[in-house]
């Protein structure tokens, strides 16, 4: 028997990707599963193939093994593979994987496969051997005893074995009626099953947006109310379901808390929530398109490095976003900020490295000390001809080229301001003749005064 090995770690299966099956093998092929301490409380498993005409075969796993039946090798390219093990009404489940099948070259003539025997199957054939074995003893006992009548009462035979096929015809119906039972029976695990993929499939969907970590929340929708208040040890919450609580303060969480995700679906004005509060490293915000305000969110705030907004498209006022944010190092988010107001959003940021999202600036009114002492900035990125007011990167000393470039192309056309860029990155990304190229570009194409500092 040619044994190959998968390891199921919590509803991940691993490790198919780490070898292949030759096609037409019958009977010689085994997985091994090792499971991790989230399966080992089923005591009955299986192992789910679908072959590439979308046909199932379920096949218990016995001692952490199961064979792999030879109608999903029989053509080449791939089978499906998942794993489910149940104990009363509770199913685990793994995700799905692919094994390759390569080629062999067993001829059509030696391919003498009979069906492989699936989960179900074994359930008719031990139900049906458990009826007959129900009923053994009283069939002998009256075989015995028609036996005897035949050696003692002799005219009596014909009588006796009459009653004899006429028990046992009434057991065979009975044996029918068993196996009827226990046929539905399984096609209403089967449905079962798809009911609970089904599910599966749904909840799959959400855990790539959530993760379900919605504790003690039914009892406190007030935003006064401390959503967590975890003891003296650093915890992380990746995702509160918060979508019903319109208003955030900074007395709603614990500083022991290092990470959260919140839902601000009913939030409008999201500020100085985390103003001069440390412990907090990482925020991640979903369903923001509803926030007008984004201001002081971070201000003061020594520990933050880290922020991840799904969108910014309702927002309009971005003041002292991460003011004196000093170890904030990635700032992301979805579609585009167009914003009025952006004093000192991110000034004295001095470990910020990237901030990954698009800025239009049309909408601008104040963009005083934006990126003041950015001194590690490399990525930013702004709509083409969106600036409309001077503005100031001179303390971004490592801008890269690309940043550089789309700073210069966002410049809005005529707009007589002045752009202040530092002289180290400027010298560091082009060369002499590029920077002739690009001075006479923002003078002369765009209009604005380059200031090099």
């Known amino acids: 028997m040619i044994t190959y ?29 090792h499971f991790d301490c989230n ?3 089923f005591d009955s498993k299986a192992a789910v193939f679908r072959n590439s005409d979308s046909k199932y075969f379920i096949i218990e796993i016995v001692d952490s093994r199961a064979k792999v039946p030879w ?35 067993l001829p059509e003539d030696y391919r003498t496969f009979s069906p492989s025997e699936v989960l179900f199957d074994r359930f008719k054939k031990e ?51 068993l196996k009827a039972k226990h046929d539905a029976e399984s096609v209403s695990l089967n449905r079962t ?43 992380e919450l990746p995702m509160l379901n ?37 412990g907090i490293r990482k925020l991640e915000l979903k369903n923001a398109e509803s926030v007008t305000t984004f201001s002081n969110v971070f201000e003061n705030c020594k520990t933050i490095k880290e922020v991840i907004i799904d969108s910014l498209e309702g927002c309009g006022t971005f003041t002292r976003f991460a003011n004196e944010a000093n170890m904030l190092q990635t700032v ?33 009114s104040n963009v005083n000390s934006m990126f003041t002492n950015c001194t590690s900035l490399e990525t930013v990125r702004f709509l ?30 005529d707009a007589s301001h002045t752009l202040e860029i530092s002289s180290y990155a400027f010298e560091n990304n082009f060369t002499e003749e590029q920077r002739d190229e690009w001075i006479a570009f923002v003078t002369e194409t765009k209009g604005w005064v380059l200031s090099i500092v």
């Open 71 to 105: 109608e999903v090798l029989t053509k080449n390219g791939a089978f499906e593979l998942s794993v489910i093990g149940f104990e009363s009404h509770k199913v685990i489940t793994s995700d799905k994987a692919e094994i390759l099948v390569s080629e062999s070259l």
């Open 39 to 41: 399966w080992r409380r």
């Open 242 to 278: 918060t979508s019903s609580i319109p208003a955030f303060s900074s007395s709603n969480f614990s500083p022991n808390l290092t990470s959260v995700g919140l839902d601000l679906s009913s939030v409008t004005v999201f500020s100085s929530v985390f103003s001069s509060k440390n």
């Open 193 to 235: 099953i798809a009911g609970l993929n089904s599910k599966v499939t749904e909840y799959s969907r959400k855990a790539e947006w959530w993760d379900m970590v919605d504790h003690a929340l039914s009892l406190k929708t007030v935003a006064s109310y401390a959503l967590w208040a975890g003891g003296t040890e650093e915890f």
């Open 332 to 364: 992301n988010f979805g579609g585009t900020l167009r914003a009025s107001n952006y004093e000192r959003a991110f000034c004295n940021c001095i470990v910020l490295k990237e901030i990954n999202g698009l800025f239009d600036m049309k909408a601008a």
């Open 127 to 177: 139900c049906t051997a458990q009826a007959y074995l129900d009923y053994q003893d009283e069939i002998n006992a009256l075989k015995k005893a028609h036996t005897e009548e035949k050696i003692q009462l002799g005219a009596q035979i014909n009588e006796a074995n009459d009653r004899t096929k006429a028990v046992i015809a009434e057991k065979d119906r009975e044996i029918a009626s």
């Open 5 to 33: 090995d998968l390891m199921l770690v919590k509803q991940q299966l691993k490790g198919a990707d780490k070898f292949s099956i030759a096609a037409n093998a019958n009977e010689t092929v085994c997985l091994r599963f």
């Open 384 to 413: 083409k001809d969106s600036i409309i007011l001077s503005i100031d990167f001179s303390g971004c000393v490592r801008l890269t080229k690309e940043s550089m470039e789309n700073i210069f192309n966002a410049l809005s056309p």
